[in-house]
C-alpha cells in the first residue's frame, strides 16, 4: 500500500518554541493532506484539510494563526506549531489522499510532541 | 456526540475467539472505514466499504454496513495476541472534505 512518512517522530522542546512536523507521501502524489491530533487515549480529531497550492481549510477551534500549514508540492506538507504551549502537547498525525474523496487515506506513523 | 462512535469502548477476549466492534454514525456517508492503532503509533488502513456495500471481507476481517441502520459492525475472527491495539471507524461525508473518527474501540487478546 502507500506510504506516509512524518519527521519528527518525536520532538522536545520548550515552551514558546515553533515546531516543524513534516508530512510526505513516498509513493505517490497527494493532492490533498489532513492533519490530525490525538491526545492520550481518545480518538483522532481533525485540524485542518490542505490541497496542494491552496490555503488550508482549519476546523472550528482550531487556530490558523497556531497552526501553520503549508502544502507546496504534491508530496510534502508541513505543520508548525507556533510559540508552542504544553497544552500543545499531543500526538499530531498527517493522512494523504491521492485522488478524490472516494479514495483511501494513508495514515503516517504520528509525531509525539512534548512542550516543557 | 461524535459521528461515529464505537461500541464497546473496551474489549478484552481469549486468543481464538471472535471479537465483534461495533461503530454508529449520525450524517450520511459516502463510505466507511475502519482503522487499527497499536499504542502511541500511526493508524493502519483495515478496510474500505462504500455506502452502496453490504458486506466486505479481508482475511480474518469481515466488515457490515447497514446504512438503514447507520451502523457498521468490524468482526474479527480468531483473533491473535497480535490483534491487541484500538480499532477505529471513520465516515467520509458526501462532499469528500473530511474523516470523522470514532471514539474507538481497545481491544485486548490475552494469550
Known amino acids: 500500500g502507500a506510504v506516509v512518512s512524518q519527521h519528527p517522530s518525536w520532538v522536545i522542546c520548550k515552551s514558546g518554541t515553533s515546531v516543524k512536523i513534516e508530512c510526505r507521501s513516498l509513493d505517490f502524489q497527494a493532492t490533498t493532506m489532513f492533519w490530525y491530533r490525538q491526545f492520550p487515549k481518545q480518538s483522532l480529531m481533525l485540524m485542518a484539510t490542505?490541497?496542494?497550492?491552496?490555503?488550508?481549510?482549519?476546523e472550528q477551534g482550531v487556530e490558523k494563526d497556531k497552526f501553520l500549514i503549508n502544502h507546496a508540492s504534491l508530496t510534502l506538507s508541513t505543520l508548525t506549531v507556533t510559540s508552542a504551549h504544553p497544552e500543545d502537547s499531543s500526538f499530531y498525525i498527517c493522512s494523504a489522499r491521492e485522488g478524490g474523496w472516494q479514495e483511501t487515506q494513508y495514515f503516517g506513523p504520528g509525531t509525539r510532541l512534548l512542550v516543557l | 456526540s461524535q459521528q461515529g462512535e464505537e461500541d464497546p469502548q473496551a474489549l478484552s477476549i481469549q486468543e481464538g475467539e471472535n471479537a465483534t466492534m461495533n461503530c454508529s454514525y449520525k450524517?450520511?456517508?459516502?463510505?466507511l472505514q475502519w482503522y487499527r492503532q497499536n499504542s502511541g503509533r500511526g493508524l493502519v488502513h483495515l478496510i474500505l466499504i462504500r455506502s452502496n456495500e453490504r458486506e466486505k471481507h479481508s482475511g480474518r476481517l469481515r466488515v457490515t454496513l447497514d446504512t438503514s441502520k447507520k451502523s457498521s459492525s468490524l468482526l474479527i475472527t480468531a483473533s491473535r495476541a497480535a490483534d491487541t491495539a484500538s480499532y477505529f471507524c471513520a465516515t467520509a461525508n458526501n462532499a469528500g472534505n473530511m474523516l470523522t473518527f470514532g471514539g474507538g474501540t481497545r481491544l485486548m487478546v490475552k494469550p
Open positions: 450524517t450520511s456517508i459516502n463510505n
Open positions: 490542505s490541497n496542494e497550492g491552496s490555503k488550508a481549510t482549519y
